[in-house]
């Protein structure tokens, strides 16, 4: 019965709402405590299972939630995205190995997604599988993953909420100060980070925007400052967005997941301190060849560090300059002082663990990363990653790509993708946007818009990313029909009037289809 009573939802630590788990106060922790609890859950559940003691099926679907709609959603095939694992992340040899043993123990009792566990069994040991596919914000825990039959990609953050990381217990995890600072992980095929950690350089996490210091001093757990981090997702497509501040450096970075690639936007980018601040595109093994292409013209880079002026160009061609490494495709949407890095790396698992030895390590290393100087003042970067791409068809796509920036602001990032007609629009003040001529979105509170459109309706997902009930009025420049849709300044234009809810599911997503007259 003491067990069962464990298997709750929660705001404390455990099972939250949204089927990420906490531990150690506000603490991601579904790849560490979480995998123990799913571990031992469900087996327990097994050995009492048809006797006076097994559990009753509230509890059971519960747990199932926490495997099949949580901590899968964190991994691709039998590899964990780190930033679900804590203080763990520094421990050899972390896979999702646990996923396959908690399923096989869900397997043996008498549920209703049998399908799901077993899939999940085969793709957490590597065998062959049907792929996830979709997009999910984990809005108790500031996580948005996204997973496509070729990728997966997700976007961390840090709240006034939630805490980045643990605290270095048992002399673990002594560098993550910057795990959770927009990190952006991606996966293709899950080896891509695999035991790196000792070589890692620690102020150049994927995705994240740090002032690089000749050392990190103090505990690497913090709290975050801000309120407006979070995610909206139509569970096909999602928009991150994060008001990132962190001792003397500010930033808005955004992240648009999208199918063939993802839009990575930073803006207000300010910092106090001589520090140089960098970007990092991202920094994994090293996997073959590393290609830039500036000016039309590509080249292959030899192994040894490497400053790059990249800037947008006019041909008709080659629109954007571009870098490409291990079939992912980086395309630089504004001119950017990139640094890269192909290489050897040294470090020493003790450095990172003291539970491990002094000896050094050695990896070769991809590295990259947007060089913003010291003291910026209000810097941008636009980039897209497209993963599982060619060299050549790079080359193509730059010229090509349907995606479009439409507004990169301390106020605003948006971003439109014209195969897909689907916007996404992070407000982070009310305000107005203009998705092409004639069509207008604005909104009269901060929020996270994402609109898909089709000749029939239009498809809407909002959220408020302070993780509280509010109300939020959005106007459109579209004659509309459906519940809560009223005209607005006009014939033509439409207002549809989100009611975003409070409680454990603040911050969740709420979407609406509205017909066109």
């Not at 421990?91 to 096989?104: C, K, N, P």
């Not at 100060?177 to 890692?200: K, M, Q, S, Y």
Request: glycine letters at 10%; hydrophobic letters at 35%; charged letters at 20%.
């Amino acid at each position: 019965g003491r067990i069962a009573d464990e298997i709750q939802v929660s705001t404390g630590e455990g099972i939250q709402a949204d089927f990420s788990f906490h531990q150690h106060g506000p603490c991601l922790y579904n790849h560490g405590y979480g995998a123990a609890f799913a571990g031992d859950c469900s087996e327990i559940a097994t050995q009492v299972a048809g006797t006076r003691f097994a559990f009753p099926p509230e509890k059971m679907a519960l747990i199932s939630s926490l495997i099949l709609d949580g901590s899968q959603w964190m991994t691709r095939g039998s590899a964990t995205d780190f930033g679900g694992e804590g203080r763990e992340i520094t421990r050899r040899g972390q896979t999702a190995h646990y996923l396959h043993t908690a399923a096989r123990n869900m397997l043996q009792l008498p549920m209703r997604r049998e399908a799901e566990f077993r899939d999940l069994a085969a793709r957490a040991s590597g065998q062959p599988a049907p792929p996830l596919a979709g997009n999910r914000h984990f809005w108790r825990s500031d996580l948005m993953v996204h997973h496509r039959p070729g990728y997966y990609a997700s976007a961390r953050m840090v709240s006034s909420r939630i805490a980045n990381t643990d605290m270095p217990c048992n002399g673990e995890g002594l560098k993550s100060h910057h795990i959770a600072d927009g990190c952006n992980v991606l996966l293709r095929t899950g080896h891509e980070f695999e035991d790196i950690f000792p070589v890692w350089d620690w102020q150049k996490i994927p995705g994240t925007t740090v002032e690089q210091r000749a050392e990190l001093t103090g505990s690497p757990r913090r709290m975050g400052k801000t309120s407006f981090v979070g995610g909206v997702s139509s569970g096909e497509y999602g928009l991150a967005a994060f008001e990132f501040q962190r001792d003397g450096l500010s930033a808005r970075k955004s992240w648009f997941f999208f199918v063939d690639e993802y839009a990575c936007l930073g803006a207000g980018i300010t910092c106090d301190s001589d520090a140089l601040v960098a970007t990092t595109l991202n920094q994994c093994h090293l996997a073959g060849d590393v290609l830039i292409c500036r000016d039309g013209r590509v080249q292959k880079l030899d192994s040894q560090p490497h400053a790059l002026d990249c800037a947008r160009l006019g041909e008709p061609c080659y629109n954007h300059d571009w870098l490409w490494h291990g079939e992912v495709g980086y395309v630089l949407l504004e001119p950017a002082s990139i640094r890269l890095h192909n290489g050897p790396q040294q470090g020493s698992w003790w450095e990172i663990n003291h539970e491990y030895s002094r000896d050094t390590v050695t990896r070769d290393v991809f590295m990259a990363w947007i060089d913003h100087g010291t003291r910026p003042q209000n810097a941008t970067y636009s980039y897209l990653v497209v993963p599982g791409i060619t060299a050549d068809a790079l080359g193509t796509y730059a010229g090509r790509s349907p995606v479009k920036i439409l507004r990169n602001t301390p106020g605003l990032q948006a971003v439109w993708h014209d195969e897909l007609r689907t916007a996404g629009l992070a407000f982070y003040e009310p305000g107005e946007v203009e998705i092409r001529q004639g069509w207008t979105v604005a909104v009269d509170t901060p929020c996270l818009v994402l609109l898909k459109e089709s000749p029939q309706q239009l498809l809407i997902s909002v959220s408020n990313p302070k993780n509280e009930q509010a109300t939020v009025q959005l106007d459109v420049s579209r004659s509309l029909k459906g519940d809560d849709v009223e005209v607005a300044n006009g014939p033509g234009h439409s207002r549809i009037t989100f009611q975003l809810p409070g409680g454990m599911e603040a911050g969740k997503s709420v979407t609406r289809s509205c017909a066109a007259r």
